[in-house]
């Protein structure tokens, strides 16, 4: 899943996993800002006023 956050120039990667990467864009390249663990995320977006927002769904278990 990617979300890119148009203020802060910043595109978030997550994974199914749970791991989230952070990239700066500036200037046409990509610099890794950081990277995180979130393992109950399945789905990731930009607030409004910037940064990342997480939201967590059900585990597959739950789902049966």
């Not at 956050?5 to 200037?27: F, I, Q, W």
């Not at 390249?29 to 927002?53: E, Q, Y």
């Amino acid at each position: 899943m990617l979300a890119y956050d148009h203020n802060a120039h910043r595109l978030y990667m997550a994974a199914e996993c749970g791991t989230v990467t952070v990239l700066d864009l500036r200037d046409h390249r990509l610099t890794v800002m950081g990277l995180t663990i979130w393992p109950a995320a399945r789905t990731i977006n930009t607030a409004k006023t910037g940064g990342a927002d997480r939201f967590p769904a059900a585990s597959r278990d739950e789902d049966r």
